[in-house]
């Protein structure tokens, strides 16, 4: 019966491939959001883990959060070098992480940085060591998979915090020499290249503390640079005056060592100091809410899409079982049984929508996949191509049970005719 | 020994009656026309005897296997499935299956199981091996017609039974289709009835059911 349910399918190709389109597009929609939702979410979530406050220049907080904690956005600023130590100090403080970016390589953000940073994210070496000299770099696994470098390996970045034609400069000047490679976190670090920060400020030439790498040159300051903030007129968060190229960091990480510290830091930041605190948990909540309602207009239209596949199911259902009553009734004659008749009917609808699942599944799969190859963000948001969710096969079993759904009242109609009393009509 | 016998049938529509005491019996292998004009109940009678339609009284059985009156439709329906190869008038092939897709799901529902190379064989005998793999809408109605007995013959019956099966023919087609029918039966070693109202056929078959408002008036053809 399930050969004679595809060859009526086949019967009528253009309908069949409409319905199922219609049932394929609802499902990739509805894949699409579960995935986004759920791996953004848990990304976003594991990103931010050990992570209490962000302090850095003043602007937008969201976008403080998303390019010092998330790296997807540009920072808003640059803060002063000594905010690093006035947070260390403070004994509110376990943990003060400093980030200093501004370049790329391969389109992978270089992060100014500490130990520090490794210890916040538990990132362990998979080969090599870590950094100890300005210029030395460690790279995160798909960084070191995406490039195929390795220890002992040297590479030029790039200015700028991603891999825009427009936006490159060389810095073949002042070329990096990969240390160590890190194991797979499923953290962002995966996807950054980490260094001492006083190499982002030797790659732009600015003067700091530590011997002064030989690459150290003169540097048109750009747009989200550790020595160059993007907002005109705010290049330091303390030194508001000054035009000189001076030592700087984009962002302190922070982690508390107790409550109080929830109570205090973030109020000593934003009344004593031009800085800005920002709480990556209520500003990740924020993100959260905004995409949600659009999320949920997209579930809506998605559900609506899948109503509207099941309806075609049914309208050409019925009007199947309309024009080949007579076939149907011959079956019967011939000996199908009223059960076997009605399965036929039926399984045309499943078989409808197991086609339209199965295909919705796979473009939202393949999307992802095509997507993360091809837009930066998303990759950035670290979206993985074929880890299906618990999730998705309860959407599966639901489009399958609108199938049998839509095809149950043209089956009932099949089940219930007289095929004697159809066959002596004609 | 007969393959048919049908005894005392009676069937009425809203008190009008359109079988009146109906009785014959087809031997094994016969060759039978049940002939009448539109209306004079052979297609109500084909229907009983088919157990597509229960008579008001009288008895149907193929064998020693009751059709009217059965234990129940679905009896009737064994029987019918087992021993009856049908030719409708409307020839009713499945439309989104091949020829032999057709075969196959007869001799599956019927039997309940397939036997491929007897449909290829009856293929071939009825010449229309090469359009196999065709739909229906693809064939001629020569074609069709084949088509449709070889479905019959498929399930291997003892009676086949095929409803005015020369109506939209010429006279050339129609001796054609009869002399086919008449082959088919004769190789199957299946007894033929044919419901015609098509006077056309009478040289081929030996005995005559004249059905007439009704009634039934058996005769044997000499010419």
């Not at chain 1, 070191?144 to 825009?164: C, K, N, Y």
């Not at chain 1, 109503?307 to 075609?312: K, N, P």
């Not at chain 2, 799901?105 to 491929?116: I, Y």
């Not at chain 2, 009825?126 to 065709?134: E, K, V, Y």
């Amino acid at each position: 019966m399930i050969s004679l349910a595809i060859a009526y399918l086949k019967d009528r190709p253009l309908t069949s491939a409409l319905n199922v389109a219609l049932l394929a597009i609802s499902v990739a929609l509805l894949v699409l959001l579960l995935q986004f939702g759920h791996q953004a979410g848990e990304r976003l979530e594991r990103d931010a883990r050990g992570i209490d406050l962000v302090v850095g220049a003043k602007g937008s907080p969201l976008q403080l959060i998303l390019s010092a904690v998330f790296h997807i956005d540009r920072p808003t600023g640059n803060i002063p070098l000594d905010s690093l130590d006035l947070l260390r100090r403070d004994p509110a403080v376990e943990r003060a992480v400093p980030i200093a970016l501004g370049d790329n390589f391969a389109g992978y953000r270089i992060v100014g940085t500490d130990d520090s940073f490794m210890a916040l994210y538990g990132a362990e070496l998979a080969s090599g060591r870590t950094f100890d000299e300005p210029m030395e770099a460690v790279l995160g696994s798909e960084v070191a998979r995406a490039t195929g470098a390795g220890p002992g390996q040297a590479f030029v970045s790039s200015h700028g915090l991603a891999d825009e034609q427009d936006a490159e400069q060389g810095h073949g000047h002042a070329p990096f020499e990969t240390v160590g490679v890190l194991v797979p976190t499923g953290t962002v670090v995966d996807r950054l290249v980490l260094t001492p920060y006083e190499s982002v400020w030797d790659v732009h030439g600015i003067a700091h503390g530590r011997p002064e790498s030989e690459h150290a040159h003169d540097h048109e300051s750009a747009a989200g640079d550790a020595g160059a903030p993007d907002q005109p007129g705010r290049r330091s968060a303390l030194t508001m005056t000054s035009r000189a190229p001076e030592a700087e960091l984009t962002a302190l990480l922070v982690t508390y060592r107790n409550a109080a510290g929830a109570l205090r830091i973030p109020a000593l930041v934003n009344r004593q100091t031009a800085m800005q605190a920002a709480v990556p948990a209520s500003e990740t909540a924020r993100l959260l809410d905004l995409l949600g309602a659009s999320l949920e207009g997209v579930r809506v239209l998605g559900w609506l899409l899948a109503v509207t596949g099941g309806l075609a199911i049914f309208v050409a259902l019925l009007n199947m079982v309309r024009s080949r009553e007579g076939d149907l009734a011959l079956l019967r004659v011939m000996g199908a049984s009223r059960m076997q008749v009605f399965a036929t009917v039926l399984l045309e609808g499943v078989v409808t929508a197991v086609f339209g699942a199965a295909l919705g599944w796979f473009a939202a799969h393949g999307l992802i996949a095509a997507a993360r190859a091809n837009f930066a963000t998303l990759s950035n948001l670290g979206l993985a191509a074929w880890h299906p969710l618990p999730e998705e096969l309860l959407l599966v079993a639901a489009v399958l049970g609108l199938g049998a759904l839509a095809a149950l009242i043209p089956a009932l109609r099949i089940y219930r005719v007289d095929a004697a009393r159809i066959l002596a009509r004609s | 020994m007969t393959t048919l016998c049908v005894r005392d049938v009676a069937l009425s529509y809203d008190g009008r009656p359109v079988l009146e005491q109906v009785s014959f019996d087809l031997a094994p292998g016969s060759r039978t026309l049940l002939l009448g004009a539109s209306g004079s109940g052979k297609s109500s009678l084909l229907n009983i005897v088919c157990g597509l339609q229960s008579p008001d009284r009288g008895e149907v059985k193929l064998g020693e296997e009751a059709i009217a009156p059965a234990r129940s439709a679905a009896a009737a329906d064994r029987v019918r499935q087992r021993h009856m190869g049908i030719i409708f008038q409307t020839l009713r092939l499945v439309s989104a299956l091949s020829v032999r897709g057709n075969l196959l799901l007869a001799q599956k529902l019927q039997t309940g199981r397939r036997d491929p190379a007897l449909v290829d064989s009856v293929l071939r005998e009825l010449g229309i091996a090469d359009r196999a793999h065709a739909r229906p809408f693809a064939l001629s109605q020569g074609e069709a017609q084949r088509a449709a007995i070889a479905r019959a013959l498929v399930v291997r019956p003892k009676l086949l039974i095929a409803d005015e099966p020369t109506s939209a023919l010429d006279r050339d087609n129609a001796h054609r289709v009869a002399g086919l029918l008449l082959d088919a039966a004769k190789a199957s070693h299946a007894s033929l009835l044919i419901a015609t109202h098509d006077e056309r056929l009478l040289p081929h078959f030996e005995k005559v059911l004249r059905i007439e408002r009704g009634r039934i008036e058996e005769g044997r053809i000499t010419a």
